[in-house]
């Protein structure tokens, strides 16, 4: 070539899957290190389905990304990829160019700011979006704001379950008015939420043939109709999140985040466990697998119950505690007496789910009366689970753990002690999963961590200038956080390490809590300054706080 040189624009395809890999070197006259198995196999099949220049991810990859916090990233691609032995697979497209907006009325309640500043303050949010679009235009990206981001993801990690459950039934049945009767019982009379609620739920039983179905591949497909249905629904319960800086949309879906990683390592205890797996020589493994888990892995209709609790179960969320309900005297307290916006989450995104309009996507989740009760029940006890301040509940799930665990080996327990003692099991695992999944940001990486924490502090101390608290949350966060971790996060990691059905999540939640709670002690008081100041700098127009009656000892997590 000499001296001449060509400049050639290099314009690579990237993708990324998440997983497990092997690694060894390869010997021979050109050693090398390399990576095998599944995960190696599905991310080279991605390549042919990428884009130059652009950055493609499995839906295991966006979860961790989701988790991690940067779900602004994610934007799923219209169509599917198909991969061989795995059927169709959702993938997305990756781009930083997106910005996190600050949500309208970031965190006070609307009527503590001037009109100007709201104006000014909405102004922003428009201005932010409208980069964001022209950024997304300019590679070709159509525009999708994090709030629509977030519903697609829940959509998909639903429908992922539903495909289960019709592949567990064989087929989607055709609508039917036979549970109308049934549907329209529930809840009514002079019965609350809380009133269902059950020590053990009765879960169905396992079913070798029904997970040999659920084993092989398949193209099988909830519909178009029911995919509809589902998005439209939790379009709506996302709108039905209110703008707090913590309880919002946003933190449902960390929460189903992190209920959906502690769910997939229940299956993939066993290698092969027989969900994804196709390999008949390991189908030995599903009655292992049915028993180390309790049963909770035998029916895709309680995985899809818990995720679906997590999503809905802090719809409306009013931004304070109950305790402050019940002292204002709201109709809700009124109604509910306790456990108040829990109970309300319930019936509001259940009177929601009832609805004409979505008569295809309850039938693609349950068939029969029996189902449609245990689909009630099991998010009736997930999202109750998510009071962790009522007493009586917390004595009775202490109970429980100690009848359930106590002396027991669970690595070694299987079906002998009956259908009981498992139901029993299931039912405080499934609620201590949603508890550790509500506060994972504690027991997740530092600075997750640190960025939720800022977010609960806002929303409280915003709560205590608005006057709807009696004591300065900053008074005390800094010694409440540590009591928190030392009296509720820590021991909830230990339990979910020695129930034994989690694999090395639990050590990773543990790990993650004792380094958090460490780091905390040596930064915290000053963290605590900097969210005052934050705080501050972006509530101008706050007037001094109102009169302090005491300084709060309490955990001030325990809402």
Known sequence: M????????????????????????????????????????????????????????????????????????????????????????????????????????????????????????????????????????????????KTRRLVEWNVEVLTSLLEQIVRSRGGVANQTQTLSMAEKNIGMGDRTVLDEFTPIIELKRFDVEELKRREVPSSMSIGDEVKSQLRNYISSVSEMYPDNAFHNFEHASHVTASVKKLLARIVNVVEGNGLGAGNPSKRVDLVDLAGHSYGITSDPLTQFAVVFSAIIHDVDHPGVPNTQLVKENTRCAQIYKKSVAEQKSVDIAWDMLMADEYAALRACIYQTEEDLHRFRQLVVNTVMATDIVDRELQALRKARWETAFSNVDPSTESLRNGAESEDRKATIVIEHLIQASDVSHTMQHWYIYKKWNERFFMECYGAYMAGRADVDPSKNWYKGEIGFFDFYVIPLAKKLQSCGVFGVSSHEYLTYAVANREEWIRDGEALVQQYLSTFKEQNPACLGPPPETEVSTSLHHLT
């Open 2 to 145: 000499g001296n001449r040189t060509t400049t050639i624009p290099l314009m690579p395809v990237l993708y990324s899957f998440s997983g497990q890999v092997t690694a060894g070197v390869l010997r021979g006259q050109r050693s090398r290190f390399q990576l095998f198995g599944d995960t190696m196999n599905t991310a080279a099949r991605m390549e042919s389905s990428g884009e130059r220049s652009r950055i493609q991810v499995s839906q295991v990859t966006a979860d961790l990304l989701t988790e991690a916090g940067l779900s602004r990233w994610i934007i799923p691609r219209s169509t599917k990829m198909f991969v061989k032995g795995k059927g169709e697979m959702q993938t997305y497209w990756v781009d930083k160019s997106s910005r996190p907006i600050k949500p309208k009325g970031a965190y006070l309640k609307s009527g503590m700011e001037t009109l100007d500043e709201r104006a000014e303050s909405e102004e922003s949010s428009e201005t932010a979006e409208k980069e964001n679009k022209e950024n997304n235009e300019k590679v070709g990206i159509p525009a999708m704001d």
